[in-house]
Each structure stands twice: as C-alpha cells, then as structure tokens.
C-alpha cells in the first residue's frame, strides 16, 4: 500500500485551480459555464516578445543557463528595478525562477526552520499558507477586513510579532482583493519593521503595473528597511506570459544567493527561451501596457455596477489587479428549495450549479465572509456572468 507523506496529506489543493477543475469537467459534460475563478489575464503575449523568443531558439540558446538566469536578463531586471521602483538591486541580488511561485517557495525554504512564525496578512493568496506550512514554518494570520480595505497597518503588524516571527508574507496590489498599499501605508509597516530588525518582509509585487489609482509603491524604497525586504515580481500578469513561466526576486545578497542554492537541487534555471523573451519585456515602456490597464479598469466599474444592483452585496473599490472580493455574508441562513447557505463555499457551489459562474469561496483567502471574482474576461462574458449571479442570489430567501 502506497503511504504519502505527512507533508503532502497535510497541504490543501489550491482552490482556484480547483474550482478551474471543476469548471472544466462541467464544460466537458456540455455545460455553458463561465469562469470566473482563474488570475489569468486574457490577453495575448506582446508580439514583440514572442519575436524575441523565436529569435532565442534560432540563435541555439537551448542549453542549461546559469541557475539564478542568465546574466544579460538579471542586468536588465536590475535595470527595470531602477526605472520603474527606484531600487537598487545589482544582478547579484537578482533570483530568475520558474514563477513567483517558486521564487516565493525558494525564499521560505532558504528562511523558516520548523516552528518559526510567519505573519500573512488576510485576504492573502492561497498558496502563501501551504508554502509556510511545507517549510515547517507556522502561519500567523493578521485579519483585515472589507472596513479597512483589506489592508493592515503597522500596529497591526507590531501587535502580531513574537520572540518566534521570522517573516512577512504580503500582495500589493493584493490577490484576491485588488488592495494597493500608499506610500504612507507602507511606511506604517516599515516603521515596525524597523522596530523588529529580525523580521523579514517578502513583498510579493506582481501585479505591479495592473494599478488604476496610484503609481505603484514598493516596501524596499524606504532606505532604513531596505535589508530586510525581498522584492517577487515577474512576467506572467502584467505581460499575460503565465504559461512562460518566470518569476524572480529583488534581494539583500546572502539570500539571493541562498535561493540560488536551493534551486540550484530542485530545478535549476528556468527555460531559457523564456528568459530571452523576459528580456525584452523587462526592456519596455511599461507604457505599452495602458490598453490592457484601460481594459480592466473598464471592467472592473462593469462588475462593481453589477455589485450594487445585488441586495446585501458589499464592496470595497479594489485599486489594482483584476478581481473584486465582495462580502457575501448577507446570504448565509438563507436557502433555495433544500439548499442552505451556511458559508462562502456553499455560495460558490450554489453558483456554480444554480448559474454555471465559477468562482472562488474566500475561505480559500482567509476570509470566509466574501468570494473572489476575476474580471480576466471579456466585458460582454462578464455582463452575462453578473446577470447569472445576480439571478441565482436572488432565488435565495
């Protein structure tokens, strides 16, 4: 009889990829159902970075690359660190990896012995959790609710930190919120950063450029905190290169080079087609970007309009990303037919089933009050998503 380990029996299946899943073998019994579940822009690849990968492959560059990325591709990571954050980060304090994923994973391996605390902002990304949790290391969830923007402040941090916190795990612009932290708002946490110099912050900010309200801020700016933060960004939402795989960090260099080592046993460098590609979007105006930002910004007020016509809804107004993270409590007690609503999951497979929209219970976020819906589709998709759910909600007495 084959035994899993304790380590695989104890992690959660993602739950975006799940509810995709289930999407999927709907879709495959014939059934028309929109999903609405998946961070995944729906845009194509840039032509002109699509050019530079045919361009890699004719000049042979298919050999294995240096385990951090090639050095031509961290220069210019560096380089766009400079342009757009203000950040000095070298090629040498530069990590390319096969996603942010894994960068994230590689940093809290090379962090977090058994027992050590991590403090994760909630609503946080799904796999935050299950990373810290395979690390040996212990979740600490500090709750932010829709009142505060899903945003935590820096007393809130300070009051969360035990002889035992090792790091900070956090999104801005956040997943699955569409929160984006100010300046000032960062400052608040670098401030008990300061406070704490054995507190690590890894800022994950990959949704950098997707920013409707502000220009985007990075916790790394502010000069007396700068080495205790680790800066993830990468490729695949701004530049819709998700299926390209690359991801990668901004680092003080002892854990720049730590992250190397640890990747140097699980996977090495990613692909290097994806790295030449990566070049050539690291080198662009991220002007080139303001259709795609336009387009979500156009459905987001699509969706958030949808929103207000549904009793007992309630929204903040997310200022980047693509998703919107209402509060659905309102429907808890109340059933249709049989069917009790008893939390956020049971209105996600009540939606599902009852409208054929797919999309994801905030239990999975940390926050079991609301749900997740990613406006990565087409306005005329998510006008008929929003009649469905609104339809389906109202069946609910």
């Known amino acids: 009889m084959i035994q899993l380990s304790d380590r695989l029996l104890s992690m959660e299946e993602s739950a975006t990829i799940a509810m995709s899943r289930k999407s999927r073998e709907l879709k495959a019994l014939g059934k028309d159902v929109i999903s609405l579940s998946l961070g995944e822009?729906?845009?194509?690849?840039?032509?002109?970075?699509k050019d530079a990968a045919k361009e890699a492959m004719k000049n042979n560059f298919?050999?294995?690359?240096?385990?951090?990325?090639?050095?031509?591709?961290?220069e210019s990571i560096s380089k766009k660190f400079k342009r757009d954050n203000n950040l000095d980060y070298s090629k040498d304090q530069i990590v390319v990896s096969t996603g942010a994923k894994q960068s994230i994973a590689n940093v809290v391996m090379t962090l977090i012995n058994p027992g050590d605390e991590v403090i994760i902002p909630a609503p946080y990304w799904v796999s935050y959790i299950e990373i810290v949790k395979v690390s040996g290391g212990v979740p600490v969830i500090v709750n932010a609710g829709i009142e505060q923007d899903f945003k935590i402040t820096g007393d809130d941090l300070s009051k969360a930190i035990?002889?035992?916190?090792?790091?900070?795990?956090?999104?801005?612009?956040?997943?699955?919120?569409?929160?984006?932290?100010?300046?000032e708002e960062l400052r608040s946490l670098a401030d008990t950063?300061?406070?704490?110099?054995?507190?690590?912050?890894?800022?994950?900010?990959?949704?950098?450029?997707?920013?409707?309200?502000?220009?985007?801020?990075?916790?790394?700016?502010?000069?007396?905190?700068?080495?205790?933060?680790?800066?993830?960004n990468g490729v695949s939402k701004s530049w819709a290169m998700t299926g390209w795989r690359l991801g990668y960090i901004g680092a003080p260099i002892e854990i720049a080079n730590a992250c190397t080592k640890v990747q140097g046993q699980f996977t090495s460098g990613t692909c290097s087609i994806t790295q030449k590609a990566a070049i050539a979007a690291m080198n662009a105006d991220p002007d080139i970007l303001k259709d795609m930002i336009s387009a979500f910004k156009s459905r987001r007020s699509l969706v958030l309009e949808w929103l207000k016509t549904i009793p007992g809804i309630k929204t903040n107004q997310p200022g980047g990303a693509f998703y919107v993270f209402p509060d659905c409590s309102y429907y808890f007690g109340k059933s249709n037919g049989d069917r009790v609503i008893n939390n956020s999951s049971d209105l996600c497979m009540y939606l599902l089933e009852e409208s054929q929209v797919a999309v994801v219970t905030g239990d999975a976020f940390g926050d079991p009050n609301c749900f997740r819906i990613s406006y990565a589709a087409s306005e005329e998709t998510l006008n008929e998503a929003m009649r469905r759910i609104k339809e389906a909600l109202s069946k609910l007495n």
Do not use: W
């Open 41 to 49: 822009p729906d845009f194509n690849t840039p032509d002109f970075i």
């Open 62 to 74: 298919t050999k294995y690359m240096p385990v951090p990325g090639y050095e031509d591709l961290r």
């Open 162 to 183: 035990t002889s035992k916190t090792k790091l900070i795990i956090f999104s801005t612009p956040c997943n699955p919120t569409g929160s984006v932290y100010s300046r």
């Open 193 to 232: 950063l300061k406070m704490n110099p054995n507190v690590i912050a890894l800022c994950d900010e990959i949704y950098e450029h997707i920013n409707f309200e502000s220009k985007h801020e990075s916790l790394a700016q502010f000069d007396d905190i700068y080495e205790q933060v680790i800066t993830v």
